[in-house]
């Protein structure tokens, strides 16, 4: 694109003090909100044995609450650079709550399915603006050797907001109706919404950037046909009326392809919706391979190990949601002191005991069998958090940082986009794994729980493999150059 957002006025460094206070009410207001809507893409997954009771669904048709959500994530994040870049800080984020606040409030009031998966859609419009939004504006607003304290808390939202949106639908639905998922998250969007339109300022400039309207229904085609053809193999089922399961994953993969090449035409023209000029920084490129396997991983621990605990172990789903609380606690706990950490040694010293520790907890998972006492289950998954903590700050902040500012929000879309798709890539061949090798087990005589076991061994090990190549990716993490007050490159 031709223009790009710019910082409104210089950063941080020297601000008068009311500017600092400014910057801090803004990226709060920011994490608070960007955290609420990350966590409300996952409480739904819980909800759909009880909504198909209650709304009287099949579960391929309850699971679309899920699947609506993701393909309109992927639908609209490739979209947000364009929409950063063109207008001001103020109103995307009244934008975005705007459409989350909205399906909120349908979705409590939705008297059926159609609505409820409406709700979802229009939810999602806005969740998928804020997450871009919030990264763009951190680079912005921050100097470099303060980036790894603050993106630490943009790991938070990212990482601990969908481990721990289980465990908090478990807790709700234990003791309220399903419609209480949207009636709690109101009041906190709307809230959001009021202090936004009351406090919130700009910090941007917007320019005129044209948008290419070729590229649009070529993003949403490319990347909705992806992330729904891979969603669909996650679910473990075909799609609806019959379509046979590969018929979108071709079409995603082609159009998808499309879009790459005219992104790549477009480039030096400064007119891409995507600009694709990101992934000339190696640092960045990295960075976006290792996050896509430790997303992968992340998404597909949180559909595995629910499953091992309740059909292979006999617990309760809240027993279940309960476990994996400890180690959404401790990614949390950790985001900023990694943060810190990044400051002061850089990326490399923390993503490889981190892409070590990620791999000797899935490791540890092939090991799980029925016999498995619940604290080593436990462990595993803290270990798998710790790992993930000591990546995610250091990835996002190296990567991001190595890209000049006018590409901010094409790095920060460009993660967002391939976040939704890792995630489900994770969740289809993990799942498709587990259901084939189980399936196998049973046809050999194993009882149900033996033949489940295995299969979910199978795609624990799956895991386990690609970890490694999150080692060796590892070794070539470099601090962006130009990063102030840190240790020189290559550290």
Known sequence: MSATTTPARPPLDGDAPDNAARDRLVIALLLISTFVMILNETVMAV?????????????????????????TM??????????????????????????????????????????????????????????????????????????GKVMGNISIVISVAPAIGPTISGIILNLLDWRWLFIL???????????????????????????????????????????YGLSTIGEGHGTEGGMPIWVPLVVGVVVLAAFIWRQLVLGPEE?????????????????????????????????????????????????????????????????????????????RKLVIPGAVAVSAALWTMVTFTPETVIAWVLGAHILLSIGLAFLFTPLFTSGLGALPPKLYSHGSAMIGTLQQVSGAAGIALFVSVMSVVSARATAGGADAV??????????????????????????????????????????
């Open 271 to 347: 007119r891409a919706l995507l600009d694709l000029r990101t992934f000339r920084e190696k640092v960045f490129t990295v960075a976006v391979i290792m996050m896509a396997l430790a997303m992968m991983a992340l998404f597909g621990m949180i559909i595995l190990l629910p499953i091992y605990m309740q059909n292979v172990l006999g617990m309760e789903p809240l027993q279940a949601g309960l476990m994996l609380l400890p180690g959404g606690l401790t990614m949390g706990l950790l985001a900023p002191i990694v943060g810190r950490l990044f400051d002061a040694f850089g990326a």
């Open 47 to 71: 909800a759909i044995p009880r909504l198909m009771v209650d709304l009287g669904v099949t579960a391929n048709a309850a699971q679309w609450l899920t699947t609506a959500f993701l393909l």
């Open 74 to 147: 992927a639908v609209v994040i490739p979209i947000t650079g364009f929409l950063i870049q063109r207008f001001h800080t103020r109103t995307i984020f009244l934008m975005a709550l705007s459409f989350f606040s909205t399906g909120t409030l349908i979705g409590a009031l939705a008297p059926g399915l159609g609505l409820l998966i409406f709700a979802r859609v229009v939810q999602a419009c806005g969740t998928a603006m804020m997450m871009p939004l919030l990264m763009t504006t951190v680079m912005t607003l921050v100097p470099p050797d303060n980036r």
């Open 185 to 227: 998250i109101l009041p906190i969007g709307l809230s959001a919404l009021a202090l936004g339109y009351a406090k919130l300022v700009n910090v941007t400039e917007p320019k005129k950037v044209p948008l290419d309207v070729i590229s649009v229904p070529l993003a949403a085609v490319g990347f909705g046909g992806l992330v």
């Open 450 to 491: 033996h033949a489940l076991s295995q299969g979910l061994s199978m795609g624990f090990m799956c895991g386990a493999i690609a970890s490694l190549g999150l080692i060796v990716a590892g070794f070539f993490v470099r601090r962006p150059p130009d990063s102030a007050g840190g240790p020189p490159p290559g550290h």
